[in-house]
């Protein structure tokens, strides 16, 4: 099955610095790459996400990249405020068509702490 | 609803006893699914319903585990004979339609923390 690896555990910037989450992914037929943001007691609240038909994508201060030929994703959050502070989850799934329903595998997540 | 509710918050339950978790999609959502969380990881997914149908159950970690959504609403996992190794937040999410978490996304519930002592 599907094997998400991510990187730092721990990530911690000043205000206005950019932070940045690498994962690598195992199964070549994975294509949906979402990442999640998780505050203390609260779900995980998709952020932004990345087909494997493109390279990438921004949304504001937020973009992902992703690299299929290696593997692996990244997530890119600029001019960082203390707000952003969260645990940070990339994922991966498999969009087969109509009949697939988007089980997704997790990387482990990431402790972002922006200092003012 | 205007999200995902999942009741109680917080559960302790003695090792050895039964425990039942509540989850209230979006009103008119397919799917839903179950995740569990353990401390400092990310989610693992448990099972899977569309409507009422449970289409995959291969996360399940034992047969003490046991989830349904009979009227292919609202969903409870059940969990027997609990074990300290249970302990985690058990997430639930739900989407519009099966394919739909590609579009819309899917939104999760604030989870169940279970605690076995």
């Known amino acids: 099955g599907e094997n998400v690896e991510q990187h730092p555990s721990t990530l911690s910037v000043q205000e206005g610095d950019s932070a940045v989450i690498k994962c690598t992914y195992s199964d070549s037929a994975s294509n949906y790459f979402p990442w999640y943001k998780q505050e203390l007691g609260k779900g995980p609240q998709l952020i932004i996400d990345?087909?494997?038909?493109?390279g990438e994508k921004k949304d504001q201060r937020i973009a992902v990249t992703l690299n299929k030929t290696a593997k692996h994703f990244s997530l890119h959050i600029t001019e960082t405020q203390p707000e952003d502070s969260a645990v940070y989850f990339c994922a991966a799934t498999i969009n087969a068509g109509g009949t697939s329903y988007g089980k997704l595998t997790f990387g482990q997540g990431t402790i972002l702490t922006v200092h003012p | 609803g205007a999200g995902v509710s999942q009741s109680p918050r917080y559960k302790v339950a003695k090792r050895g006893q039964d425990v039942a978790l509540r989850c209230d999609p979006i009103?008119?959502?397919?799917?839903l699914f179950w995740y569990q969380q353990a401390l400092g990881q990310g989610p693992e997914f448990l099972t899977y319903?569309?409507?009422?149908?449970?289409?995959?159950k291969s996360g399940l970690p034992s047969d003490r585990f046991f989830a349904e959504r009979p009227e292919g609403s609202v969903s409870t996992l059940k969990i027997q004979r609990t074990q300290q190794e249970d302990s985690a937040v058990y997430l639930c999410a739900s989407s519009p339609v099966d394919w739909g978490m590609y579009k819309y996304g899917y939104t999760f519930g604030s989870g169940t923390r279970l605690t076995v002592v």
């Open positions: 009103s008119g959502h397919v799917s």
């Open positions: 990345i087909r494997s038909n493109v």
């Open positions: 319903f569309q409507n009422e149908a449970q289409l995959d």
